[in-house]
Structures are given as C-alpha cells and as structure tokens.
C-alpha cells in the first residue's frame, strides 16, 4: 500500500526553465507536507515544506504548491541550474507521527 | 553547529552476521529515528527514539533494535542480517517540536 507516489522516476530539464516535480498521497489525514533533496553519498537534505492549511509556500527559486481536493503536491524550481541536479523526495506527515517518503525523481539539469 | 553524523559510511557483512551503526544527532535535537533506504526505493522508517525511549516502530522485524544514549545519541542493530538488509541507513535528528528532520550521510550496508 504506496501512500505516496512519484510517479515519474527521472526529468531532465534545460538550464534557465522551470523543473516541476510531482507527488501524489491517497490520504487525506496528512497535514504537513516536505521536499527532500539527495545527492550521491550524502543524506536527504530538507528542502521546503507545506502546511495542509497552505496552498502555497515559495523560499527564493522553489515553490511548493498544494492541492488538496487532488492530493496532490508539487515542487517548482525557476530557474533550474546545474547544481538542482539530485534526487527529489516528496515525504508527507499525519501529527506527529513518522515521515512517509516517495520512490524520488531524478532531477538532471541540462547546460 | 554539528549536523547528524554516521558511521561507519561503508560496510559488508555476511549472512547470518550481526552490525552496529551509530549516530550522532545534531545539537539541541533530542528525537532520532532510522530510515532504511534500498536501491531505487524511498527511506522506509524503521523506528524513533525519544529520551531514551522507542516511540514509533516501522514495518521491521525484531532483529532490527535500537538504543538511544543520554546524550542523544543512538544505535540501530541488526541481527541475522539477511542479503536483502542491504541498504543505505539513514539517520535523522529533530528538534522536539519539529517536524523537519535533519539526515546524516548514511552508512551504506552490503550483506554478502
């Protein structure tokens, strides 16, 4: 029983245009929502996050947008650079309790 | 401030053989949980440790214990590793209040 989904395993996307990023979460008791970043050898670094209360949060080039009536989450860079190259995990929460994380998009950025 | 460190990074054992992994939560952060990450697969909580005490378990079996140490750092054993136990283990630390969690590098386990 995957809660949640990334459904598309890699994007590639040219330097300078928008990445978007997609997650998808069946339930509708989570209510708080996250974005991590990996590279090779090093662990998940947390990105930006959403309260369920949003539909919308923006810290410099990433936007996460909410919707909740589709369960569904997204992640926006512009513009996308080089160094956005990683892998992206969406991870959802219900209280307090553990974070359930996505399979995760790899993210290549094209010069 | 010291983020969450790991180790070791790398390691292989055998079936049948038994692995401490330890962790070092960042400062201020009171909370550590493990994550087992597989190839292609997102971290998959194994549990949360809070004051010493085990607060939330994953989908794990026994053979996976943990401890966690007064100064909140902690361990994760696992016993009677079997070839599908290779992963990456990830730890993370979290404020008490917080629901961001902070990664280490992970120590990547290889069962033979």
């Known amino acids: 029983d995957q809660q949640v989904k990334q459904n598309s395993p890699s994007l590639s996307v040219q330097e300078g245009r928008i990445s978007i990023l997609n997650c998808d979460y069946t339930n509708s008791m989570f209510d708080y929502f996250l974005w991590y970043k990996k590279y090779p050898a090093e662990g998940p670094t947390f990105l930006i996050s959403i309260s369920s209360i949003k539909d919308k949060n923006e810290d410099g080039r990433f936007t996460v947008f909410l919707n909740k009536s589709a369960k569904h989450l997204s992640l926006h860079i512009v513009p996308s650079q080089p160094g956005d190259s990683a892998v992206y995990f969406c991870?959802?929460?219900?209280?307090?309790?553990?974070?359930?994380f996505g399979t995760g998009t790899r993210l290549t950025i094209i010069p | 401030e010291t983020g969450v460190t790991q180790s070791p990074t790398h390691l292989i054992k055998t079936r049948g053989q038994q692995v401490t992994l330890r962790c070092s939560s960042q400062s201020g952060h009171n909370t550590v949980s493990w994550y087992q990450q597989a190839l292609g697969q997102g971290p998959q909580f194994i549990f949360q440790?809070?004051?010493?005490?085990?607060?939330g378990r994953g989908n794990f079996p026994p053979r996976f214990s943990g401890l966690q140490f007064p100064n909140y750092s902690s361990e994760l054993n696992v016993n009677a590793l079997e070839l599908d136990d290779s992963a990456l283990y990830l730890c993370?630390?979290?404020?008490?209040?917080?629901?961001?969690?902070?990664f280490g590098e992970g120590s990547r386990l290889t069962v033979l």
């Open positions: 440790y809070y004051r010493e005490e085990e607060n």
């Open positions: 991870a959802v929460l219900r209280g307090n309790e553990k974070l359930t």
């Open positions: 993370a630390s979290s404020y008490p209040t917080g629901r961001e969690l902070f």
